[in-house]
């Protein structure tokens, strides 16, 4: 089993940042993609970011410019740093990692976070 637990969710004012950390740990061999989607009330959970094993990323064009998403594959960790936080950012945060478990198996398995709360809001 693989775990992914965030951290660094919170209440900022618009304008503000904030840095999400995720961290993977169990049974792990090697992980593909890893990415952030964010769920708003009401509203369907959408990609914010995504990375590649080798660095290549992808974003929602509401964040371009404004978010960057890193990882540091030694320590299967994806990191999103939020800038110029606005009110419609406010969303339930979850990370995402496809994750290969064994070297005799190539098969990706998909495992999300728990979710961290970000509120923007003055």
């Known amino acids: 089993q693989v775990q992914l637990v965030e951290s660094g969710g919170g209440l900022v004012q618009p304008g503000g940042s904030l840095r999400l950390s995720c961290a993977a740990s169990?049974?792990?061999?090697?992980?593909?993609?890893m990415g952030w989607y964010r769920q708003a009330p009401g509203k369907q959970r959408e990609l914010v970011a995504a990375?590649?094993?080798?660095?290549?990323?992808n974003y929602a064009d509401s964040v371009k410019g404004r978010f960057t998403i890193s990882r540091d594959n030694a320590k299967n960790t994806v990191y999103l740093k939020m800038n110029s936080l606005k009110p419609e950012d406010t969303a339930v945060y979850y990370c995402?990692?496809?994750?290969?478990?064994?070297?005799?198996?190539?098969?990706?398995?998909?495992?999300w976070g728990q979710g961290t709360q970000v509120t923007v809001s003055s």
């Open positions: 169990g049974s792990i061999f090697s992980i593909n993609n």
């Open positions: 995402n990692a496809e994750v290969r478990g064994t070297w005799f198996d190539e098969r990706l398995y998909d495992y």
């Open positions: 990375i590649t094993n080798g660095g290549y990323t």
